[in-house]
């Protein structure tokens, strides 16, 4: 059974930085492309970062510079460092496969930036 268990979150004003983790299990984790994604509150969840099984890295444009994604295949966790922090950052961050599964989205960890 796979499961994704995310934590890190907190609050956090703008222009601060936060590192949220992800950790597999039941995973072959080195295999796959993973990501993080977020679901801001009244919106859709949509795609933040992706690594490739080797290390290759895609960032949407709204982090782009700001967020770096990495992962240690090891010990089967991915990280995602967020620096300069904005409003609009605010979600419930998410790991998961690329293309994502439905059925192993795990609770996610909240990140709230705010004055």
């Known amino acids: 059974q796979v499961q994704f268990a995310e934590s890190g979150g907190g609050l956090v004003q703008p222009g601060g930085s936060l590192r949220i983790s992800c950790a597999a299990s039941?995973?072959?984790?080195?295999?796959?492309?993973m990501a993080w994604y977020r679901q801001a509150p009244g919106k859709q969840r949509t795609l933040v970062a992706t690594?490739?099984?080797?290390?290759?890295?895609n960032y949407s444009d709204s982090v782009k510079g700001r967020f770096t994604i990495s992962r240690d295949n090891a010990k089967n966790t991915m990280n995602l460092q967020m620096n300069s922090l904005k409003f609009e950052d605010t979600a419930v961050y998410y790991c998961?496969?690329?293309?994502?599964?439905?059925?192993?989205w795990g609770q996610g960890t909240q990140v709230t930036v705010s004055s």
């Open positions: 998961n496969y690329v293309p994502a599964r439905s059925a192993y």
């Open positions: 039941g995973s072959i984790f080195g295999v796959y492309v």
């Open positions: 690594i490739s099984n080797d290390g290759g890295t």
